[in-house]
């Protein structure tokens, strides 16, 4: 039977079907065991090291009922065994009466955009995590150094709720209905999936192992994401899985209002030794092999496929990118980038991972130190764009009409 069943399927009420019990002697007897008995072990070590498992900043509920003798950590601040607690169930009682939620969860795992297990905790309001969470702002902010009031969300819940009017957030029910549980391919056409009733959260990170890199200092040892295509390992955290490992021609962009300091971590560092390689996160799933129907309400044209692009020097499907690894030179360039200079950028440089409060296509309110307006696909849009941020002006008319009819992802004229 796959693995999965067992967590999937729900007991009736007040029986404890066989497969609950394994999942429950796997948590407890399992949990106990390793900690107990085998501390450093490889199953227990990852956990132990991630950000939800810290004893000092993890995860630690806060609700009527719940018992307070747990140490912060535990995984019983996110799995209720029993589907409850010393006989009964603490909030949210979810899942039925008294019944489990799906993997035990203390509550369902995932709704909607906006109701996620996830956000039982990573919110500012009513979070169930004991004194709740402050890091957990935008990349923009944390990454970026922009500290603008209404330039960045506060919290991941606010940065995946911009459905409507403004803003834009990347939409997570297409993430289940376009990647979870199919096959998909990466930029190498290598094939992966991952099982189709996992938190969409999770096609980027695992909470099992995921860490807090953005410490003061920042710590580029340490990972907060996990490639959908390698689920179970941290990305990032090793040296060949940075930027500068895969990009030898990267410049990070500008710290925000600084002409010394550089992206991601506020100091000296400029060749993406310290950055992560986001392009190889992106591009398991955006690239030029699969297909992705989008249902974002905040997608310009929605519904409709999100375009194919390409980040290598060459695609069979689509034109490869200008500001990917396709050599051509930047013309106009604004410092730190210099005229004539190759570089291949990551996809992080311009866009926000979760959301962007103000601007369309997760673009971010700042890009390389400066702040910039995208609210639609206006000229004015793109000319803010290109023309604050990396570009003094273009070889073409600085004005010349209809720039996001020729400019975007895969396009003909020279990609992106
Ligand atoms: C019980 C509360 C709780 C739940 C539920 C929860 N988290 Fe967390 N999470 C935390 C806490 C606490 C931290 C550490 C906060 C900090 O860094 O100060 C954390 C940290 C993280 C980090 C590491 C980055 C960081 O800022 O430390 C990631 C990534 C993360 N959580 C993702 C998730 C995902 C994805 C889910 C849902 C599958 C989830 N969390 C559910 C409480 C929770
Ligand atoms: C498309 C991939 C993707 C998805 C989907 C995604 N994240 Fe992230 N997340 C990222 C990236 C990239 C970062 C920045 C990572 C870093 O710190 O290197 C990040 C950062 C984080 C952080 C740390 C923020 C900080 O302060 O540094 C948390 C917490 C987090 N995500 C939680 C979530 C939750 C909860 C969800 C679902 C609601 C989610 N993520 C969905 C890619 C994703
Ligand atoms: C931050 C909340 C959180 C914590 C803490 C946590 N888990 Fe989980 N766990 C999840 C989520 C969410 C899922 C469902 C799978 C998914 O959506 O990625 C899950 C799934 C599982 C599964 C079944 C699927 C799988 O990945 O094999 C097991 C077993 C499991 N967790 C064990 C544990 C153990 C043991 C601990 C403590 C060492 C723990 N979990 C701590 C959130 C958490
Ligand atoms: C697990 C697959 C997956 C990964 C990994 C992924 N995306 Fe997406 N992305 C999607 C899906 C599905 C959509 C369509 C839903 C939507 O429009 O948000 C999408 C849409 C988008 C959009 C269009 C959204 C809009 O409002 O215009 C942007 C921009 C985007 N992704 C950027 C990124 C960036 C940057 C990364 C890397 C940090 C990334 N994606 C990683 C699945 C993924
Ligand atoms: C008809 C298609 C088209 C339109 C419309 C267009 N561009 Fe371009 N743009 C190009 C092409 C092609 C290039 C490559 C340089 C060249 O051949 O002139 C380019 C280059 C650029 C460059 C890179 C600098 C350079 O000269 O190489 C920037 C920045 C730029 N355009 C911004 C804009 C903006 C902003 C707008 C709207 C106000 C716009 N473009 C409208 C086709 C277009
Ligand atoms: C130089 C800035 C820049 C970089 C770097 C960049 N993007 Fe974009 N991206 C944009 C802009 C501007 C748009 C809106 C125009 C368009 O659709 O291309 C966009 C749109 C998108 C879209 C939505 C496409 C659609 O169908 O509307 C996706 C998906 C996306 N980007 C993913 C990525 C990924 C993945 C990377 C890294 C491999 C990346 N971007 C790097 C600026 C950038």
New binding site residues.
């Given amino acids: 039977m796959p693995k999965d069943k067992w967590f999937y399927k729900k007991s009736r009420k007040f029986t404890l079907s066989s497969k609950l019990l394994t999942l429950c002697v796997m948590l407890c007897g399992g949990i106990l065991f390793c900690w107990l008995f085998y501390p450093n072990i490889a199953n227990s070590g990852p956990y132990l090291n991630?950000?939800?498992g810290?004893t000092i900043?993890?995860?630690?509920?806060s609700a009527t009922g719940f018992p307070a003798d747990y140490t912060q950590g535990n995984c019983a601040?996110?799995h209720e065994q029993h589907a409850g607690i010393g006989g009964s169930e603490p909030a949210p009682n979810t899942g039925g009466a008294s019944g489990p939620d799906k993997f035990l969860?203390?509550?369902e795992?995932h709704t909607s955009q906006t109701v996620?297990?996830?956000?039982?905790?990573?919110t500012s309001v009513g979070?169930?995590?004991s004194?709740g969470?402050?890091?957990?702002r935008s990349y923009s902010y944390n990454f970026g150094g922009n500290t603008n009031a209404g330039s960045y969300d506060s919290n991941?819940l606010a940065a995946f709720s911009h459905t409507v009017v403004t803003g834009s957030s990347h939409h997570l029910p297409d993430i289940v209905s376009q990647a979870l549980g199919k096959t998909m391919y990466d930029a190498d056409g290598v094939a992966w999936s991952l099982p189709a009733n996992i938190?969409p959260?999770?096609a980027?990170?695992?909470?099992h192992i995921?860490?807090?890199?953005?410490n003061t200092p920042y710590d580029a040892a340490k990972s907060?994401?996990s490639r959908p295509s390698d689920h179970n390992n941290k990305w990032g955290d090793d040296l060949t899985e940075r930027m500068n490992a895969a990009y030898a021609d990267y410049q990070a962009p500008y710290w925000y209002g600084s002409t010394t300091a550089y992206e991601p971590a506020n100091n000296t560092t400029a060749n993406g030794s310290n950055l992560p390689n986001y392009v190889r996160l992106c591009t398991d799933c955006h690239n030029d092999l699969n297909t992705i129907n989008s249902t974002n309400p905040r997608l310009p044209g929605t519904p409709r496929a999100i375009r194919k692009l390409s980040w290598k020097t060459a695609s069979a499907v689509v034109t490869a990118d200008g500001h990917g690894a396709l050599n051509g030179g930047i013309n106009y360039a604004r410092s730190p980038y210099v005229n004539g200079g190759y570089r291949t950028l990551s996809c992080l440089d311009c866009h926000e991972p979760h959301g962007s409060p103000t601007n369309i296509d997760l673009i971010r309110s700042s890009v390389n130190g400066v702040s910039i307006s995208v609210p639609n696909t206006s000229d004015a849009s793109w000319q803010s764009f290109c023309f604050s941020a990396c570009h003094v002006r273009a070889t073409h008319n600085s004005s010349k009409p209809g720039c996001a009819g020729c400019h975007y992802h895969g396009g003909g004229r020279g990609g992106f």
Avoid at 116 to 122: L, T
Avoid at 204 to 207: A, V
Avoid at 210 to 214: H, S
Wanted: charged share 15%; hydrophobic share 25%; with cysteine.
């Fill in positions: 991630s950000a939800h810290n900043y993890g995860v630690k509920r601040h996110c969860l203390f509550d795992n996620n297990f996830c956000f039982d905790c990573h979070s169930y995590q004194g969470i402050s890091l957990n991941i938190n959260c999770d980027c990170h695992n909470p995921a860490q807090r890199n953005k907060a994401i």
